[in-house]
């Protein structure tokens, strides 16, 4: 009986132990899972609701666990600063200038210099902190030199970016499917170009849709690159689609692997909303980047 009564103690002892430790183990994950996401800056790019007015999606937004909008042009930034969002992007180009015409020709960047010059002090007035660049098309011309040319002009840049705390984000962008031709096309090439200017008012915006189809193994690139990096779009694929199982890409531990870097800026969702109410698109893409599933 004394045998059998201190066999019952010692079992009951040691599920309380282990539902003890349960207990402690699952609020350490809980714990860890909130911290990752409180560190995820959540925001979305405008185009991709270019048919919804922007008083709506910034107030939907708000209510969803956006703090920002992405690709704004100066106009718009009041409009979502009033509903308590920023702009986390800003896109601004001078007439006739975009992702085929960009810093990698000399001709272009009296231009470019000038049209940057002016906004870099608008940004910072208005409480913005980054900046769209591209590289431009290569049109025959070398990686090597398309990396001195456009160092030439963003160096121009540089001084007053430091001044104001701006920071110019040149977006990498597939070749291959989306834009025939970009130069800025691949991280290393992007890395080359950052340490060529040298400052920390440059660095790269990694489209991870973009970069999936260039290069894949995004979560290395991510691990390895990390220090050059400013800014996350996202995209699913195939096709630009909702972030969600229909594609190939696993977000969680994407934005795990960011997380884990220490990175602090925003992410910004950048897909095809594939639902009736694009919101709700949105507000799902929104979730499965918060890792609090």
């Known amino acids: ?50 048919d919804i007015p922007l008083e709506d999606l910034a107030k939907r937004g708000k209510e969803i666990g956006l703090q920002a909008i992405d690709l704004l042009s100066p106009e718009e930034w009041p409009v979502v600063q009033q509903y ?13 200038y975009g992702i085929t015409k960009g810093f990698n020709r000399l001709e272009n960047h009296d231009d470019l210099v000038d049209h940057y010059l002016d906004l870099i002090p608008k940004a910072a007035k208005a409480g913005l902190k980054k900046i769209i660049c591209f590289s431009g098309n290569r049109n025959g011309l070398d990686d090597e030199l398309g990396i001195q040319i456009c160092a030439v002009g963003l160096k121009q840049l540089m001084p007053l970016a430091e001044k104001y705390g701006i920071t110019l984000c040149m977006e990498l962008l597939n070749s291959k499917v989306d834009h025939h ?10 890395v080359e170009l950052v340490k060529a200017i040298g400052s920390d008012s440059f660095k790269l915006l990694y489209d991870i849709y973009h970069m999936q189809i260039m290069e894949g193994d995004v ?14 779009h996202t995209g699913g694929v195939p096709g630009r ?12 531990a ?28 949105l507000e799902k893409c929104v979730r499965i980047c918060s890792i609090d599933q």
Not at 84 to 96: A, E, N, R
Not at 181 to 190: I, M
Request: proline share 5%.
């Open 1 to 50: 009986m004394k045998r059998r009564h201190a066999i019952k103690s010692l079992a009951l002892t040691s599920a309380a132990a282990m539902l003890n430790l349960g207990t402690r183990l699952q609020a350490a994950d809980q714990k860890l899972e909130a911290s990752i996401a409180d560190k995820i800056h959540h925001s979305a790019c405008r185009w991709c609701y270019n």
């Open 84 to 96: 308590g969002l920023t702009c986390s992007m800003v896109f601004s180009q001078p007439k006739g």
């Open 181 to 190: 031709d970009y130069q800025c096309d691949h991280t290393p090439w992007g």
């Open 219 to 232: 979560i290395h690139t991510i691990r390895d690159f990390n220090p050059y990096i400013a800014h996350y």
């Open 241 to 252: 689609n909702e972030i969600d199982e229909s594609q190939e890409l696993y977000y969680p």
């Open 254 to 281: 994407i934005m795990k692997a960011i997380v884990d870097t220490g990175y602090q800026g925003y992410v910004a969702q950048e897909f095809i909303p594939a639902r009736p109410d694009k919101l709700d698109s």
